[in-house]
Structures are given as structure tokens and as C-alpha cells.
């Protein structure tokens, strides 16, 4: 402001000056001197203008001598430098911070790439480089999708679903495999953190080998032993009642761990990658129907079991699967719903998604069992499992068989009021058939 104040002044009083000498010396010679001073004025100021351009033009003029300049051009300068040496110190400040975190992320154990809006590669440390084989200098500025050829993560990025991550087996590498997260942050931009598991891949690999061949082994000495326990309860007529009870608690225990051997088979198969789903058409009304009736036999009459059909739609999967799923589902509600109490089976559609729905008024759960109630062995009442004769294995067989039908478990639950398992199909595995009639209601 005080130079352009100064420069106002200066021009206010070049103009009066002429002013005062065009009466005296004419009109010519008043606007002559007029015009030379302007012009003086000018090329004061162009030439300031050429030394500033040619300052600016060098390669640190923060550092770089201050140039001379008089007048309201020398406070230019002064303020220019010292913004100039403010923004190179600002600059240092940020290169040393982005340093120390490359070299923080340079040291994790953990890939880390940054993508950007099109998920072009800005930046990634040498551990992704070991994981996806790339060379930072030379890939800087590609898609992601053109050095990771995986269709899996290709769709991982279309879907922008990055709630868990993605497991993928690198083709280029056979032994490693990698968990996948994509986290979104900034404008647009995204981090992809990759973990190395391949060990712990076949650390697990080792434990389902390992309870798949137990479980093999078991089974027949368990069907053996049943037999003979099965035949001696028939042929012992006049045995003591310890004896009688001996043979009762032998034979319900054998057939418990049968029970367990192939749940534990189940889950196996289930958690087998090389086990793909055998998928067809699978006809959700004929299968629910039988697992109804199937239903009122173990209920012997002890609940009001309904079913409510609202669709005819099929689904495409694996039959066997999902009828193991759905039975699981069904036989819970019922150990866990006392006599007198309503079972309701539900099969219809809703936003366009297969939705079952099993729905009791048992004794319901407290919120803080609910995210573990899929996990294996884990049990909210341990001595109310034992009574009912479950295995702890149900709930992670419906969960393995849903991901597997990519579809999703909701289970909606308040002690004292019952709970309510709710499953859902996306739609592209729904087959909606507009010729056959509504089912009846059983």
C-alpha cells in the first residue's frame, strides 16, 4: 500500500506540475514534458519489471542475491524475498515430513500403494513392489489393473465394496498369497495395503487337512461302536437299570459325536477352495416344504411351526448346501424355543433380493453373543448345548454356504423375545419364473 500511495502521489504531482506550466509555456511544451515523464516513468519501471523476471528465473531465487531496486520497487523485492524464503523453509518442512514417511512405510512389514481417482499408480514402497512385481520408476503412472491381472481384484475395484478384504493367490508368484485392502481417503484417492499370508494360508491348510483326516478316521470306529451299542440295547431285556442306563448314555454320546464328525466333515468341504459350488436350480418352495414337515417331526408337536411361501422364485446354487444351511437354521430355532412356542419359515422376495427368514419365540440372545455366534465351537449356554444336542458347528456351516451363494446372515435377537435369522440372496442368483402359480401357504 505504501508504494502504491507513493506512486499516486507521484503521478498527481507530475500531472499538476504540467498543469501549472501550460500557461506559462504553452500547450506543446506542458504536454511534452508531460509525455517525457511518463515515458521516464515507464521505462523505470520496465526495467525493475526485466530485473524481477530474470530473479524469478533463477533457480533459487530465495537463496539468490536480493536485487537492487529503488523506491516502492525496493519494498517489492524485500516482501517477494521473504515470502519466497517463508514458502522454501514450508517446502523443507513438507519434504523432510514426506521422507520420514516413506521411509515409515518403506520399513512396514505391510505392501502399501497409493492409487489415484483412476487408480493409476502414485505411489508404492518396495514391499508392494515384491508383492504385485513392480518397479516404481518404471510403472509410476499405470493402472494397477494393467500389472495386477487378477479378475477377482478387478471386480474388488469395480464393486468399491472394500468392507473386507480380498484373498488372491498371485499367478506370477505361485507361493504367495496376499490379503488385499483397499481404503479409500483424500480426493478420491485410495490406499492398497497388501499382507503376505501365505503362511498362515498354509498353517490353515494344515489345520483342515488335519480335522478332515481325524474326522475320516473317526467315523468308522463311531459307526462300529453305534452297532454294537444299538445291538446290545435290543438283546438285553433283563439287564439292571445302571446297566440299561449305561447302554443309554453310551449310545446318546456315540451319536453325538457322529453328529460332530460330520459337522466337522461339512465344514471341511465347505472351506476346501478346490471344493467349487456345484451350482443348478434349485427349487427353494419344494425344498422348504420338506424341511417344514422335517420340522414338525423334530418338534413332535412341542411348537407351532408355519410356513409362508410369498414366491415361487428359484435359486441358483447347490442344493445340498443350502438345504444343509437352511435345516441348521431351522433345528436352532427349535432346540432353542421352548414347547408352546411359534416357529415361522418364510421364503419371498424383498428389493429385489431372495429373502428366507426364520423366525422364533425362544429365549433369544444378548447382543454381545451376536457377532460370534458364527464362529466354530462358540456357544452362548454351554450346558443348554449340551442338553440339546448341538454341536457349536451349525451356525459356521450356514455362514461358509451363504458366502459361498454370496449371500448375507442378519440375525435380529432381544432375550425373552425370540430371534429372527434373516438370509439374503442378491438378485443375480434369484430365477423368478412368471408360468408357475403362487404355492399354496402351509
Not at 506550466?21 to 504536454?31: E, K, Q, R, T
Not at 479409500?184 to 480335522?211: A, C, H, W
Not at 424355543?337 to 440372545?365: H, K, M, P, Y
Given at each position: 500500500?505504501?508504494?502504491?500511495?507513493?506512486?499516486?502521489?507521484?503521478?498527481?504531482?507530475?500531472?499538476?506540475?504540467?498543469?501549472?506550466?501550460?500557461?506559462?509555456?504553452?500547450?506543446?511544451?506542458?504536454?511534452?514534458?508531460?509525455?517525457?515523464?511518463?515515458?521516464?516513468?515507464?521505462?523505470?519501471?520496465?526495467?525493475?519489471?526485466?530485473?524481477?523476471?530474470?530473479?524469478?528465473?533463477t533457480s533459487a531465487p530465495a537463496t539468490s542475491t536480493l536485487p537492487n531496486a529503488t523506491g516502492a520497487w525496493g519494498d517489492v523485492f524485500t516482501r517477494l524475498s521473504r515470502l519466497m524464503h517463508s514458502q522454501s523453509r514450508?517446502?523443507?518442512?513438507?519434504?523432510?515430513?514426506?521422507?520420514?514417511?516413506?521411509?515409515?512405510?518403506?520399513?512396514?512389514?505391510?505392501?502399501?500403494?497409493?492409487?489415484?481417482?483412476?487408480?493409476?499408480?502414485?505411489?508404492?514402497?518396495?514391499?508392494?513392489?515384491?508383492?504385485?512385481?513392480?518397479?516404481?520408476?518404471?510403472?509410476?503412472?499405470?493402472?494397477?489393473?494393467?500389472?495386477?491381472?487378477?479378475?477377482?481384484?478387478?471386480?474388488?475395484?469395480?464393486?468399491?465394496?472394500?468392507?473386507?478384504?480380498?484373498?488372491?493367490?498371485?499367478?506370477?508368484?505361485?507361493?504367495?498369497?496376499?490379503?488385499?485392502?483397499?481404503?479409500?481417503?483424500?480426493?478420491?484417492?485410495?490406499?492398497?495395503?497388501?499382507?503376505?499370508?501365505?503362511?498362515?494360508?498354509?498353517?490353515?491348510?494344515?489345520?483342515?487337512?488335519?480335522?478332515?483326516?481325524?474326522?475320516?478316521?473317526?467315523?468308522?470306529?463311531?459307526t462300529v461302536i453305534g452297532g454294537f451299542l444299538e445291538t446290545l440295547s435290543e438283546e438285553d431285556q433283563t439287564g439292571s437299570k445302571i446297566g440299561k442306563r449305561a447302554l443309554t448314555l453310551m449310545t446318546d454320546q456315540t451319536i453325538r459325536m457322529q453328529r460332530l464328525v460330520e459337522d466337522l466333515l461339512a465344514l471341511s468341504r465347505l472351506e476346501n477352495a478346490q471344493n467349487p459350488v456345484q451350482e443348478g436350480n434349485v427349487n427353494i418352495v419344494e425344498m422348504l416344504r420338506e424341511l417344514y414337515h422335517a420340522a414338525q417331526s423334530l418338534s413332535a408337536g412341542r411348537h407351532h411351526v408355519n410356513l409362508k411361501l410369498d414366491t415361487d422364485a428359484q435359486l441358483r446354487g447347490s442344493a445340498d448346501e443350502l438345504h444343509s444351511a437352511f435345516s441348521n437354521l431351522i433345528s436352532n430355532a427349535i432346540?432353542?424355543?421352548?414347547?408352546?412356542?411359534?416357529?415361522?419359515?418364510?421364503?419371498?422376495?424383498?428389493?429385489?433380493?431372495?429373502?428366507?427368514?426364520?423366525?422364533?419365540?425362544?429365549?433369544?440372545?444378548?447382543?454381545?453373543?451376536?457377532?460370534?455366534l458364527t464362529e466354530r465351537f462358540y456357544r452362548v449356554d454351554r450346558s443348554r448345548s449340551r442338553e440339546t444336542g448341538g454341536t457349536g458347528l451349525g451356525l459356521a456351516i450356514v455362514k461358509h454356504v451363504l458366502s459361498r451363494h454370496q449371500a448375507n446372515l442378519e440375525i435380529v435377537s432381544e432375550p425373552g423375545k425370540g430371534s429372527r435369522f434373516i438370509v439374503r440372496f442378491p438378485e443375480n442368483r434369484l430365477i423368478v419364473t412368471q408360468d408357475n402359480p403362487m404355492p399354496k401357504q402351509s
Open positions: 500500500m505504501p508504494g502504491l500511495r507513493q506512486r499516486l502521489i507521484s503521478i498527481i504531482l507530475l500531472t499538476i506540475a504540467s498543469a501549472v506550466l501550460w500557461p506559462i509555456l504553452g500547450a506543446v511544451p506542458a504536454l511534452a514534458f508531460y509525455s517525457a515523464a511518463l515515458l521516464l516513468l515507464y521505462i523505470h519501471h520496465l526495467r525493475h519489471l526485466v530485473t524481477l523476471d530474470e530473479w524469478l528465473k514450508s517446502q523443507e518442512k513438507l519434504s523432510a515430513a514426506l521422507e520420514r514417511l516413506q521411509h515409515a512405510t518403506s520399513a512396514m512389514p505391510e505392501g502399501v500403494a497409493i492409487l489415484d481417482e483412476s487408480d493409476h499408480i502414485e505411489w508404492c514402497n518396495p514391499v508392494a513392489e515384491q508383492h504385485f512385481s513392480l518397479d516404481f520408476n518404471r510403472d509410476a503412472g499405470q493402472p494397477i489393473t494393467h500389472l495386477v491381472r487378477q479378475n477377482q481384484f478387478a471386480e474388488y475395484l469395480v464393486t468399491r465394496n472394500y468392507s473386507e478384504p480380498l484373498i488372491v493367490r498371485q499367478s506370477r508368484q505361485q507361493e504367495l498369497t496376499l490379503s488385499l485392502q483397499l481404503i479409500p481417503y483424500g480426493n478420491k484417492q485410495k490406499l492398497l495395503i497388501s499382507r503376505d499370508i501365505t503362511l498362515l494360508e498354509r498353517v490353515e491348510t494344515m489345520r483342515r487337512d488335519f480335522v478332515a483326516n481325524v474326522s475320516h478316521e473317526l467315523r468308522t470306529p463311531l432346540r432353542y424355543t421352548a414347547d408352546g412356542g411359534e416357529i415361522l419359515l418364510n421364503w419371498r422376495i424383498d428389493d429385489g433380493q431372495g429373502l428366507f427368514l426364520v423366525q422364533d419365540s425362544g429365549i433369544g440372545i444378548e447382543s454381545e453373543h451376536l457377532p460370534r
